[in-house]
Every structure is written in C-alpha cells, then in structure tokens.
Nanobody, 125 residues
Framework: QVQLVESGGGLVQAGGSLRLSCTAS????????MGWFRQAPGKERECVVA????????YYTDSVKGRFTISRSNAKNTVYLQMNSLKPEDTALYYC??????????????????WGQGTQVTVSS
C-alpha cells in the first residue's frame, strides 16, 4: 500500500510562487512515473505535469509551460511541483499520483493508481 501526502498549497497573489510537495510512505517512488493533476470546481481533473520513472521525459499542459516545473528527490521519496507566475486560473485542488512502474510521462488519469488527498491552491487577482 502506498500513501501519498501533498503539502504546500495555500493562498497567493497573482504572479507569486508556491512549491507543492508529495511525499510517499509505504513504497519507494524512484521507479515510478509520477504526475500532478488539478481539479477546479465544475471542471474535470486534468494532468498538469508528469514525469517518467527515470526523469528522462516530462509532460506539461500548455497553460503551465514555462511556469511550472516538476522534480523529485528519491532520497526523500518526494516529488515537487514548483509553480511560478501563478494566475487566478491556476486555482484548483492539486493532487499527486503515482504512475506505472518504469512508466512514461503520461497525462492519462488511467495510468495512475495511487492518489493523494489533494492540496488547495488559490490565486487571487
């Protein structure tokens, strides 16, 4: 069993930055693809960014390219999402999820089996 716990969300003004963390317990994340998803009220959950198991490839949704960066620390069993130049439209509940063993940077929600409980990001204008 894997538990994923997100942290780092909060309220920030437009143009500000936040760094989200996703720490896993129970299993190492080092051989798994990982993803960050978000869901705003009334909208479907979307993949914001994903990283392959070996960090060789990443996926970024168009709206966050150049502003968000995914990274991981295998030593800390943690995946990060650095979010810069935040916009009000980035407001959502952000989730991390574990992808496939030795998997690629998929944006497909079905490729992820374990999910965190989410952390709220609110960007004020």
């Amino acid at each position: 069993q894997v538990q994923l716990v997100e942290s780092g969300g909060g309220l920030v003004q437009a143009g500000g930055s936040l760094r989200l963390s996703c720490t896993a317990s129970g299993r190492t994340l080092s051989s798994y693809a990982m993803g960050w998803f978000r869901q705003a009220p009334g909208k479907e959950r979307e993949c914001v960014v994903a990283i392959s198991w070996d960090d060789s490839s990443t996926y970024y949704t168009d709206s966050v390219k150049g502003r968000f960066t995914i990274s991981r620390s295998n030593a800390k069993n943690t995946v990060y999402l650095q979010m810069n130049s935040l916009k009000p439209e980035d407001t959502a509940l952000y989730y991390c999820a574990r992808g496939r063993l030795r998997g690629g940077s998929s944006y497909y929600t079905g490729a992820y089996d374990y999910w965190g409980q989410g952390t709220q990001v609110t960007v004020s204008s």
